[in-house]
């Protein structure tokens, strides 16, 4: 993807706003000359796309901010080009965004309109959760980068720890990658998320290669939140689906670890 991005700035389909090193490589923010939206580039990797006043045009963000909707307190997990924090804030919540990128709340604050008074902590999200102890009715991730094994940083340690920074009736909400329809990611990190006593839901798009999925752990047996979700899968030119989670806790010992 770094070579199309550099052939569209040569021929001017996106006008590249600033370049900047983090700590995961190289990061452009570029504006798009046909819709005037705001893409965050690192490595040559599209991680945020969205208005200049911070409206992602991802659907995944979309559904995280409806499954998010009943929660007060939320700890978001990542930040990049900040886009799911910005939205929550405008709903009302409360936040506290971790990400060990420093400039990446620079970034977001500059070129995606993340408000300045949030609190932001530069913090690896394993080391965050580890050592916290507050707790959250709301729980979002969406980490990732080059490089980023999804299956080795959210092992059954972490996600324990996660799940235990949640406050009672509390959700975990995150977006995780998923090569293909046969890719037991979403499944095992849902598991392992979950624990015994939370149920899994994954929002997913079958047939599509390397795409975002979304999953969702909550203590309700349904997801009362299905016809806000349908509205937001049928305004989308994607092929969005709501099914359970596959797999349960206790199946972790057999061959997902």
Not at 31 to 57: H, M
Not at 118 to 145: E, H, N, P, W
């Given at each position: 993807?770094?070579?199309?991005?550099?052939?569209?700035?040569?021929?001017?389909?996106?006008?590249?706003?600033?370049?900047?090193?983090?700590?995961?490589?190289?990061?452009?923010?570029?504006?798009?000359?046909?819709?005037?939206?705001?893409?965050?580039?690192?490595?040559?990797?599209?991680?945020?796309?969205?208005?200049?006043?911070?409206?992602?045009?991802?659907?995944?963000?979309?559904?995280?901010?409806?499954?998010?909707?009943?929660?007060?307190?939320?700890?978001?997990?990542?930040?990049?080009?900040?886009?799911?924090?910005?939205?929550?804030?405008?709903?009302?919540?409360r936040l506290?965004?971790?990400?060990?990128?420093?400039?990446?709340?620079?970034?977001?604050?500059?070129?995606?309109?993340?408000?300045?008074?949030?609190?932001?902590?530069?913090?690896?999200?394993?080391?965050?959760?580890?050592?916290?102890?507050?707790?959250?009715?709301?729980?979002?991730?969406?980490?990732?980068?080059?490089?980023?094994?999804?299956?080795?940083?959210?092992?059954?340690?972490?996600?324990?720890?996660?799940?235990?920074?949640?406050?009672?009736?509390?959700?975990?909400?995150?977006?995780?990658?998923?090569?293909?329809?046969?890719?037991?990611?979403?499944?095992?990190?849902a598991a392992?998320?979950?624990?015994?006593?939370?149920?899994?839901?994954?929002?997913?798009?079958?047939?599509?290669?390397?795409?975002?999925?979304?999953?969702?752990?909550?203590?309700?047996?349904?997801?009362?939140?299905?016809?806000?979700?349908?509205?937001?899968?049928?305004?989308?030119?994607?092929?969005?689906?709501?099914?359970?989670?596959?797999?349960?806790?206790?199946?972790?010992?057999?061959?997902?670890?």
């Amino acid at each position: 993807m770094f070579s199309s991005l550099n052939w569209m700035l040569e021929y001017s389909t996106l006008k590249l706003l600033g370049r900047y090193q983090g700590r995961n490589g190289q990061i452009d923010i570029v504006e798009c000359s046909w819709d005037g939206t705001r893409v965050y580039f690192e490595e040559g990797i599209r991680q945020s796309q969205a208005t200049p006043d911070g409206e992602s045009v991802f659907t995944y963000v979309k559904l995280m901010d409806e499954l998010l909707s009943r929660s007060d307190q939320v700890l978001v997990l990542g930040c990049g080009g900040g886009n799911l924090a910005t939205r929550l804030s405008r709903l009302g919540k409360r936040l506290t965004i971790v990400d060990i990128n420093p400039i990446s709340f620079v970034l977001a604050q500059r070129y995606f309109d993340l408000p300045d008074e949030l609190t932001c902590i530069v913090s690896d999200f394993r080391k965050f959760v580890f050592d916290d102890r507050a707790y959250y009715d709301g729980i979002a991730i969406d980490v990732g980068g080059p490089g980023f094994r999804f299956t080795e940083e959210f092992d059954a340690v972490t996600c324990d720890a996660i799940r235990a920074r949640l406050a009672p009736g509390g959700r975990i909400v995150m977006n995780v990658m998923v090569a293909n329809d046969i890719d037991p990611t979403p499944d095992r990190i849902a598991a392992r998320l979950a624990g015994e006593d939370m149920r899994t839901w994954i929002i997913d798009e079958q047939g599509i290669e390397d795409r975002n999925a979304v999953i969702t752990c909550m203590p309700e047996r349904t997801l009362r939140s299905r016809a806000a979700l349908d509205r937001v899968m049928r305004h989308s030119h994607e092929r969005w689906a709501i099914r359970r989670g596959r797999s349960r806790s206790r199946d972790l010992a057999v061959g997902l670890r």
